[in-house]
Nanobody
Framework: QVELVESGGGLVQAGGSLRLSCTDS????????MGWFRQVPGKEREFVAC????????YYADSVKGRFTISRDDAKNTVHLQMNSLKPDDTAVYYC?????????????????WGQGTQVTVSS
């Protein structure tokens, strides 16, 4: 059974940092690309970042390049999203997803499995 459990959201001032984590409690997605999407009310969910199962292929949305870093710890079945230099525009509910597919152009497509979402709020 696939279950993605997220943690690490919260409230931070602009310029600050947060680290999101997503754990695959069923250990069923070890060999799949995992990633993050985000959504604000009234807008479509948008791609943020993803990492292949080997860690050798990583994609970022242009809006987060140079500020966010995605990584995975297969020993713990966990994917992390380190978010630095946060901006108010990063405020959203962040969702873990797997298995992503496709390339960065235009953006990877989400898979069938979603986490429950974690709120990230960046104050100005």
């Amino acid at each position: 059974q696939v279950e993605l459990v997220e943690s690490g959201g919260g409230l931070v001032q602009a310029g600050g940092s947060l680290r999101l984590s997503c754990t695959d409690s069923g250990d069923t997605l070890r060999y799949y690309t995992m990633g993050w999407f985000r959504q604000v009310p009234g807008k479509e969910r948008e791609f943020v970042a993803c990492i292949s199962w080997t860690g050798g292929t990583i994609y970022y949305a242009d809006s987060v390049k140079g500020r966010f870093t995605i990584s995975r710890d297969d020993a713990k079945n966990t994917v992390h999203l380190q978010m630095n230099s946060l901006k108010p525009d990063d405020t959203a509910v962040y969702y873990c997803n797997a298995p992503l597919s496709g390339s960065a152009d235009p953006s990877p497509r989400p898979g069938n499995y979603w986490g429950q979402g974690t709120q990230v709020t960046v104050s100005s």
